[in-house]
């Protein structure tokens, strides 16, 4: 098992690592080449900014059982497809059950972005990063 992110924009980066260190977990994280990052520990891919590079990349780079950090549905989607194991930088575990709704909710509020000026996403609160590193370590848990 090993933990794949989506680092762009990842707020949860240090979790991630924090955590991995604590369970001796490899750490892939996936970059555009608009942004630089190092932390000591984690393996760094930095791509191309095209369209979708880093997504595919990270989605090729995966191994069945893997954890995956997302916000992106669509790779979340793909994950799943691949046996892996997706979580949301808000502690939301993708699963079988839950990802239809969820990419039928994102289609409806990208109609309703063309229609009407809607709000950005809600400010990160210290609640999001708690329910973050106890579903991965629940994630952790029980994949070894």
Not at 73 to 97: C, E, H, R, W
Not at 134 to 139: I, P
């Given at each position: 098992m090993r933990i794949l992110v989506d680092?762009?924009?990842?707020?949860?980066?240090?979790?991630i690592v924090r955590q991995a260190k604590t369970f001796n977990i490899e750490v892939l994280m996936f970059l555009d080449n608009s942004h630089?990052?190092?932390?000591?520990y984690s393996k760094v891919f930095i791509l191309d900014k095209g369209a979708d590079s880093v997504d595919y990349f990270l989605i090729n780079k995966s191994l069945k059982g893997d954890i995956i950090v997302t916000q992106d549905y669509g790779v979340a989607t793909m994950a799943l497809s691949k046996k892996t194991f997706p979580i949301s930088q808000n502690g939301l575990i993708y699963d079988d059950d839950n990802i239809l709704s969820l990419l039928t909710q994102?289609?409806?509020?990208q109609k309703l972005?063309?229609?009407?000026?809607m709000r950005?996403?809600?400010k990160r609160t210290k609640e999001n990063d708690?329910?973050?590193?106890?579903?991965?370590?629940?994630?952790i848990?029980?994949?070894l």
């Amino acid at each position: 098992m090993r933990i794949l992110v989506d680092a762009d924009a990842c707020p949860v980066k240090k979790i991630i690592v924090r955590q991995a260190k604590t369970f001796n977990i490899e750490v892939l994280m996936f970059l555009d080449n608009s942004h630089v990052y190092d932390d000591g520990y984690s393996k760094v891919f930095i791509l191309d900014k095209g369209a979708d590079s880093v997504d595919y990349f990270l989605i090729n780079k995966s191994l069945k059982g893997d954890i995956i950090v997302t916000q992106d549905y669509g790779v979340a989607t793909m994950a799943l497809s691949k046996k892996t194991f997706p979580i949301s930088q808000n502690g939301l575990i993708y699963d079988d059950d839950n990802i239809l709704s969820l990419l039928t909710q994102r289609a409806t509020n990208q109609k309703l972005r063309k229609h009407k000026k809607m709000r950005g996403p809600r400010k990160r609160t210290k609640e999001n990063d708690i329910k973050f590193e106890e579903n991965l370590t629940k994630l952790i848990n029980s994949k070894l």
